[in-house]
């Protein structure tokens, strides 16, 4: 399941991969040290919403509109074996609401 680090607040560990950031003020990352994707208000920091994925997720999310005008987000989840978290071959893309 990955390694997790003890830090006295919960936010991961930002190691590979960058973040997105969306026009409405939200931040994608699942550049952390454990196989979470994680989303941020930019404006307070507060998390909107995580997920366990099932690999690491060390890569930069990217986003795309569907013929239908819906968002998404995507993310490959492959792992590490530096930050040693879950190797996988995951794509993975989530509808904004």
Do not use: C, N
């Not at 994680?38 to 509109?65: C, F, H, I, N, S």
Request: aromatic share 8%; glycine share 14%.
């Amino acid at each position: 399941m990955g390694v997790s680090f003890p830090i006295p607040f919960e936010m991961g560990m930002l190691a590979h991969g960058g973040t997105l950031t969306t026009a409405d003020g939200v931040a994608f990352t699942a550049a952390a040290l454990d196989d979470i994707r994680r989303a941020y208000d930019m404006q307070t920091g507060e998390t909107l919403w995580k997920v366990r994925l099932p690999a690491g997720g060390q890569a930069t999310p990217m986003t795309y509109r569907s013929a239908d005008g819906k968002q998404y987000i995507v993310v490959a989840a492959g792992g590490h074996g530096s930050p040693g978290t879950t190797p996988g071959d995951s794509v993975l893309a989530y509808r904004l609401e």
